[in-house]
Protein backbone atom coordinates (compact mmCIF):
# COMPACT_ATOMS: atom_id res chain seq x y z
CA UNK A 1 0.00 0.00 0.00
CA UNK A 2 1.27 3.53 -0.86
CA UNK A 3 -0.12 6.60 0.44
CA UNK A 4 0.81 9.98 -0.54
CA UNK A 5 1.38 13.25 1.79
CA UNK A 6 0.70 16.81 0.42
CA UNK A 7 3.92 17.68 2.48
CA UNK A 8 3.88 21.47 1.99
CA UNK A 9 -0.02 21.78 3.34
CA UNK A 10 -0.86 22.74 6.45
CA UNK A 11 0.14 25.53 9.32
CA UNK A 12 2.87 23.08 10.32
CA UNK A 13 4.66 21.69 7.36
CA UNK A 14 6.85 19.89 6.57
CA UNK A 15 7.44 19.24 10.16
CA UNK A 16 4.51 18.03 11.32
CA UNK A 17 4.04 15.82 7.93
CA UNK A 18 7.53 14.68 8.24
CA UNK A 19 6.94 13.51 12.08
CA UNK A 20 3.61 12.23 11.11
CA UNK A 21 5.22 10.09 8.19
CA UNK A 22 7.70 8.31 10.55
CA UNK A 23 5.36 8.02 13.31
CA UNK A 24 2.65 6.20 10.21
CA UNK A 25 6.08 4.31 8.85
CA UNK A 26 6.85 2.45 12.42
CA UNK A 27 3.39 1.55 12.82
CA UNK A 28 2.43 -0.10 9.57
CA UNK A 29 5.48 -0.96 8.10
CA UNK A 30 3.59 -2.60 5.02
CA UNK A 31 2.66 0.66 4.00
CA UNK A 32 5.15 3.21 2.05
CA UNK A 33 4.26 6.82 2.91
CA UNK A 34 5.32 9.01 0.09
CA UNK A 35 5.98 12.43 1.31
CA UNK A 36 5.51 14.92 -2.12
CA UNK A 37 7.26 18.29 -1.80
CA UNK A 38 10.58 20.41 -1.40
CA UNK A 39 13.34 17.84 -1.23
CA UNK A 40 15.70 20.27 0.23
CA UNK A 41 13.33 21.29 3.41
CA UNK A 42 12.05 17.54 3.89
CA UNK A 43 15.15 15.54 3.64
CA UNK A 44 17.12 17.42 6.83
CA UNK A 45 14.45 16.79 8.85
CA UNK A 46 14.90 13.37 9.12
CA UNK A 47 17.95 13.59 10.82
CA UNK A 48 19.11 10.59 9.34
CA UNK A 49 16.78 8.30 10.44
CA UNK A 50 14.59 7.80 7.39
CA UNK A 51 13.57 4.28 6.77
CA UNK A 52 12.89 2.10 3.90
CA UNK A 53 9.02 2.71 4.20
CA UNK A 54 9.08 6.78 3.75
CA UNK A 55 9.76 8.12 -0.07
CA UNK A 56 10.41 11.81 -0.55
CA UNK A 57 9.02 12.86 -4.46
CA UNK A 58 9.88 16.38 -5.17
CA UNK A 59 7.63 19.52 -5.77
CA UNK A 60 9.04 22.65 -6.73
CA UNK A 61 6.35 25.12 -5.88
CA UNK A 62 3.23 25.08 -3.30
CA UNK A 63 -0.30 26.61 -3.09
CA UNK A 64 -0.67 28.83 -0.39
CA UNK A 65 -3.30 29.04 1.75
CA UNK A 66 -4.57 32.66 0.16
CA UNK A 67 -4.49 31.19 -3.41
CA UNK A 68 -7.11 31.29 -5.82
CA UNK A 69 -8.20 27.49 -5.84
CA UNK A 70 -9.06 27.55 -9.19
CA UNK A 71 -6.09 29.53 -10.85
CA UNK A 72 -3.34 27.81 -8.04
CA UNK A 73 -3.96 24.08 -9.29
CA UNK A 74 -3.91 25.33 -13.27
CA UNK A 75 -1.15 27.61 -12.73
CA UNK A 76 1.15 25.62 -9.86
CA UNK A 77 1.54 22.19 -11.93
CA UNK A 78 4.62 21.39 -9.94
CA UNK A 79 2.67 21.98 -6.77
CA UNK A 80 2.81 19.53 -3.92
CA UNK A 81 -0.87 19.16 -3.79
CA UNK A 82 -1.20 19.02 -7.60
CA UNK A 83 1.46 16.55 -8.30
CA UNK A 84 0.34 14.30 -5.04
CA UNK A 85 -3.29 14.22 -7.32
CA UNK A 86 -1.81 13.44 -10.26
CA UNK A 87 -0.19 10.18 -8.41
CA UNK A 88 -3.24 9.28 -7.02
CA UNK A 89 -5.16 9.60 -10.96
CA UNK A 90 -2.09 7.75 -12.27
CA UNK A 91 -2.59 4.45 -9.82
CA UNK A 92 1.74 5.67 -8.17
CA UNK A 93 -0.30 5.64 -4.96
CA UNK A 94 -3.42 4.36 -3.11
CA UNK A 95 -4.89 7.33 -1.80
CA UNK A 96 -3.80 11.16 -0.72
CA UNK A 97 -3.25 13.33 2.18
CA UNK A 98 -3.42 16.76 2.41
CA UNK A 99 -3.91 19.67 5.59
CA UNK A 100 -3.64 22.59 2.83
CA UNK A 101 -6.20 24.94 0.86
CA UNK A 102 -9.09 22.78 1.02
CA UNK A 103 -10.62 24.98 -1.72
CA UNK A 104 -7.59 23.60 -3.83
CA UNK A 105 -7.76 20.57 -2.40
CA UNK A 106 -11.59 20.55 -4.02
CA UNK A 107 -10.38 21.56 -7.39
CA UNK A 108 -7.29 19.44 -7.34
CA UNK A 109 -10.11 16.52 -6.73
CA UNK A 110 -12.49 17.23 -9.86
CA UNK A 111 -9.46 18.95 -12.06
CA UNK A 112 -6.60 16.47 -11.30
CA UNK A 113 -7.77 13.00 -9.86
CA UNK A 114 -11.43 13.58 -11.80
CA UNK A 115 -14.93 13.04 -10.45
CA UNK A 116 -16.63 9.58 -9.88
CA UNK A 117 -18.46 8.63 -12.70
CA UNK A 118 -22.53 9.22 -11.13
CA UNK A 119 -21.64 11.94 -8.75
CA UNK A 120 -22.62 15.39 -9.52
CA UNK A 121 -20.59 17.10 -6.79
CA UNK A 122 -18.05 15.71 -4.49
CA UNK A 123 -19.10 16.27 -0.47
CA UNK A 124 -16.23 17.55 2.32
CA UNK A 125 -17.30 14.41 4.83
CA UNK A 126 -15.56 15.30 8.26
CA UNK A 127 -16.55 13.86 11.58
CA UNK A 128 -18.44 15.05 14.04
CA UNK A 129 -17.46 14.64 17.53
CA UNK A 130 -19.83 13.03 20.06
CA UNK A 131 -20.94 12.00 23.66
CA UNK A 132 -19.88 7.96 22.99
CA UNK A 133 -16.61 8.98 21.30
CA UNK A 134 -17.86 7.45 17.57
CA UNK A 135 -18.75 10.53 16.02
CA UNK A 136 -21.17 11.24 13.47
CA UNK A 137 -20.16 11.59 9.52
CA UNK A 138 -21.61 14.62 8.13
CA UNK A 139 -21.78 16.16 4.43
CA UNK A 140 -21.26 18.14 2.96
CA UNK A 141 -19.60 20.73 5.31
CA UNK A 142 -18.02 23.29 3.04
CA UNK A 143 -17.39 21.71 -0.46
CA UNK A 144 -20.04 23.12 -1.94
CA UNK A 145 -22.84 25.99 -0.58
CA UNK A 146 -25.66 24.94 -2.43
CA UNK A 147 -27.03 21.23 -3.67
CA UNK A 148 -29.92 19.85 -4.72
CA UNK A 149 -31.93 16.83 -3.50
CA UNK A 150 -30.70 14.21 -5.66
CA UNK A 151 -27.18 15.40 -4.54
CA UNK A 152 -28.22 14.86 -1.20
CA UNK A 153 -29.04 11.18 -1.74
CA UNK A 154 -25.41 10.81 -3.15
CA UNK A 155 -24.59 12.26 -0.22
CA UNK A 156 -26.53 9.82 1.63
CA UNK A 157 -25.12 6.98 0.37
CA UNK A 158 -21.74 7.81 -0.10
CA UNK A 159 -21.56 8.34 3.95
CA UNK A 160 -23.76 5.36 4.20
CA UNK A 161 -20.62 3.39 2.34
CA UNK A 162 -18.18 5.09 4.06
CA UNK A 163 -19.22 4.31 7.63
CA UNK A 164 -20.04 0.61 7.19
CA UNK A 165 -16.22 0.18 4.87
CA UNK A 166 -14.24 1.99 7.08
CA UNK A 167 -16.15 2.20 10.63
CA UNK A 168 -17.72 -0.96 10.46
CA UNK A 169 -21.03 0.10 11.07
CA UNK A 170 -23.65 -2.43 9.77
CA UNK A 171 -26.73 -0.57 8.03
CA UNK A 172 -25.89 3.30 9.41
CA UNK A 173 -28.59 5.18 10.24
CA UNK A 174 -28.77 8.31 7.92
CA UNK A 175 -30.53 11.53 9.27
CA UNK A 176 -31.46 14.93 7.30
CA UNK A 177 -29.84 18.48 8.72
CA UNK A 178 -33.14 20.37 9.25
CA UNK A 179 -35.10 23.02 11.85
CA UNK A 180 -37.28 20.23 13.05
CA UNK A 181 -38.31 16.63 12.95
CA UNK A 182 -41.80 16.39 11.15
CA UNK A 183 -41.08 15.21 7.61
CA UNK A 184 -42.52 18.34 5.90
CA UNK A 185 -40.28 21.04 8.17
CA UNK A 186 -37.69 23.00 6.32
CA UNK A 187 -36.75 24.71 3.40
CA UNK A 188 -37.97 23.85 -0.07
CA UNK A 189 -34.75 21.35 -0.75
CA UNK A 190 -35.09 19.81 2.82
CA UNK A 191 -38.71 18.87 1.98
CA UNK A 192 -38.11 18.18 -1.48
CA UNK A 193 -34.90 15.26 0.09
CA UNK A 194 -37.48 13.63 2.36
CA UNK A 195 -38.99 11.50 0.09
CA UNK A 196 -36.08 11.07 -2.06
CA UNK A 197 -34.23 9.66 0.99
CA UNK A 198 -36.85 7.43 2.15
CA UNK A 199 -36.62 5.82 -1.34
CA UNK A 200 -32.73 5.40 -1.27
CA UNK A 201 -31.09 2.35 -0.31
CA UNK A 202 -29.84 3.56 2.96
CA UNK A 203 -31.34 3.41 6.13
CA UNK A 204 -33.04 6.85 6.52
CA UNK A 205 -34.20 8.12 10.07
CA UNK A 206 -35.70 11.39 9.04
CA UNK A 207 -35.01 14.95 10.39
CA UNK A 208 -32.58 15.44 12.74
CA UNK A 209 -31.85 18.97 14.64
CA UNK A 210 -28.53 20.60 14.86
CA UNK A 211 -28.99 21.12 18.70
CA UNK A 212 -29.25 16.74 18.78
CA UNK A 213 -26.00 16.57 16.38
CA UNK A 214 -23.74 15.65 19.59
CA UNK A 215 -26.18 13.16 20.97
CA UNK A 216 -25.54 11.25 18.12
CA UNK A 217 -29.36 10.46 16.37
CA UNK A 218 -27.66 9.34 13.46
CA UNK A 219 -24.28 7.56 12.12
CA UNK A 220 -24.79 9.89 8.82
CA UNK A 221 -25.85 13.37 8.48
CA UNK A 222 -26.29 14.96 5.29
CA UNK A 223 -27.06 18.89 4.54
CA UNK A 224 -25.81 21.49 1.41
CA UNK A 225 -22.34 23.01 2.27
CA UNK A 226 -23.76 26.31 3.27
CA UNK A 227 -26.02 25.11 5.86
CA UNK A 228 -23.52 22.18 7.51
CA UNK A 229 -20.62 24.58 7.32
CA UNK A 230 -22.52 27.21 9.50
CA UNK A 231 -23.17 24.29 11.91
CA UNK A 232 -19.44 23.06 12.25
CA UNK A 233 -17.93 26.73 13.11
CA UNK A 234 -20.80 26.82 15.64
CA UNK A 235 -19.95 23.81 16.97
CA UNK A 236 -16.31 24.70 16.87
CA UNK A 237 -16.66 28.15 18.40
CA UNK A 238 -18.72 26.64 21.33
CA UNK A 239 -16.43 23.89 22.53
CA UNK A 240 -13.71 26.91 22.41
CA UNK A 241 -15.69 28.91 24.56
CA UNK A 242 -16.47 26.27 26.75
CA UNK A 243 -12.81 24.96 27.66
CA UNK A 244 -11.67 28.89 28.02
CA UNK A 245 -14.47 29.25 30.21
CA UNK A 246 -13.49 26.25 32.34
CA UNK A 247 -9.92 27.24 32.53
CA UNK A 248 -10.40 30.44 33.90
CA UNK A 249 -12.71 29.00 36.19
CA UNK A 250 -10.72 26.11 37.35
CA UNK A 251 -7.36 28.39 37.85
CA UNK A 252 -9.24 30.98 39.49
CA UNK A 253 -8.54 29.97 43.39
CA UNK A 254 -6.71 27.38 45.31
CA UNK A 255 -9.79 25.94 45.87
CA UNK A 256 -11.14 25.51 42.01
CA UNK A 257 -7.28 24.49 41.75
CA UNK A 258 -7.92 21.44 43.72
CA UNK A 259 -11.18 20.34 41.89
CA UNK A 260 -9.75 20.95 38.79
CA UNK A 261 -7.07 18.39 39.98
CA UNK A 262 -9.60 15.92 40.87
CA UNK A 263 -11.60 15.82 37.36
CA UNK A 264 -8.74 16.65 35.27
CA UNK A 265 -8.43 13.10 33.94
CA UNK A 266 -12.03 13.30 32.82
CA UNK A 267 -11.79 16.21 31.48
CA UNK A 268 -8.90 15.02 29.37
CA UNK A 269 -10.76 12.24 27.72
CA UNK A 270 -13.51 14.68 27.11
CA UNK A 271 -11.31 17.16 25.43
CA UNK A 272 -9.72 14.35 23.14
CA UNK A 273 -13.40 13.59 22.19
CA UNK A 274 -13.92 16.90 20.63
CA UNK A 275 -9.75 16.59 19.00
CA UNK A 276 -9.53 16.94 15.35
CA UNK A 277 -6.17 15.08 15.95
CA UNK A 278 -7.86 11.88 17.29
CA UNK A 279 -10.28 11.71 14.01
CA UNK A 280 -6.70 12.27 11.61
CA UNK A 281 -8.74 13.67 8.70
CA UNK A 282 -12.03 14.24 6.60
CA UNK A 283 -12.62 11.71 3.36
CA UNK A 284 -13.75 14.46 -0.10
CA UNK A 285 -16.01 11.96 -1.07
CA UNK A 286 -17.34 11.24 -4.90
CA UNK A 287 -13.53 11.74 -6.14
CA UNK A 288 -12.63 8.99 -8.80
CA UNK A 289 -9.83 8.33 -5.85
CA UNK A 290 -9.19 8.17 -2.17
CA UNK A 291 -8.71 12.02 -1.58
CA UNK A 292 -8.72 12.95 2.27
CA UNK A 293 -8.47 16.31 3.73
CA UNK A 294 -6.00 17.08 7.09
CA UNK A 295 -7.38 19.62 9.75
CA UNK A 296 -5.09 23.19 8.70
CA UNK A 297 -3.24 23.43 12.06
CA UNK A 298 -2.74 19.32 11.57
CA UNK A 299 0.11 17.93 14.04
CA UNK A 300 1.90 14.69 13.54
CA UNK A 301 -0.20 13.15 15.50
CA UNK A 302 -2.89 14.04 12.85
CA UNK A 303 -0.86 12.85 10.49
CA UNK A 304 -0.58 9.78 11.57
CA UNK A 305 -4.65 8.90 12.17
CA UNK A 306 -5.23 10.33 8.41
CA UNK A 307 -2.58 7.53 7.14
CA UNK A 308 -4.65 5.29 9.29
CA UNK A 309 -7.94 5.99 8.10
CA UNK A 310 -6.37 6.14 4.48
CA UNK A 311 -5.23 2.36 5.12
CA UNK A 312 -8.37 1.32 6.63
CA UNK A 313 -10.33 3.16 3.51
CA UNK A 314 -7.85 1.31 0.88
CA UNK A 315 -8.33 -2.33 2.72
CA UNK A 316 -12.13 -2.12 2.59
CA UNK A 317 -12.12 -0.88 -0.69
CA UNK A 318 -14.02 2.63 0.20
CA UNK A 319 -14.04 4.00 -3.64
CA UNK A 320 -14.85 0.41 -5.23
CA UNK A 321 -17.77 -0.03 -3.17
CA UNK A 322 -18.78 3.98 -3.84
CA UNK A 323 -18.71 2.91 -7.57
CA UNK A 324 -20.55 0.07 -7.38
CA UNK A 325 -23.23 1.53 -5.52
CA UNK A 326 -23.81 4.51 -7.38
CA UNK A 327 -23.28 2.48 -10.72
CA UNK A 328 -26.03 -0.17 -9.36
CA UNK A 329 -28.36 3.10 -9.03
CA UNK A 330 -28.08 4.36 -12.00
CA UNK A 331 -28.67 1.25 -13.59
CA UNK A 332 -32.43 1.03 -11.38
CA UNK A 333 -33.35 4.77 -12.40
Request: with cysteine.
Amino acid sequence: MRIAIDAMGGDHAPQATVEGALLAAAEWPDTTVVLVGDNARIEPLFQGRKPANVEVVHASEVIEADDEPVKAVRRKKDASMVVAGRMLKERAVDGMISAGNTGALMTAGLLVVGRMKGIERPALAPMLPSMDGEGVLALDLGANMDATPEQLVQYAIMGSIYRSKVHGIREPKVGLLNVGTEAMKGNELTKAAYPLLEQAPVRFIGNVESRDVLSKPCDVIVCDGFAGNIMLKSLEGAASVIFSALKAEFTRTWYTKLAAATVKKGLGKFRNKMDYNEHGAAPLLGVDGLVLKSHGSSSALAVKNAVRQARIAVQSDLIGGIRAEISNGSERS
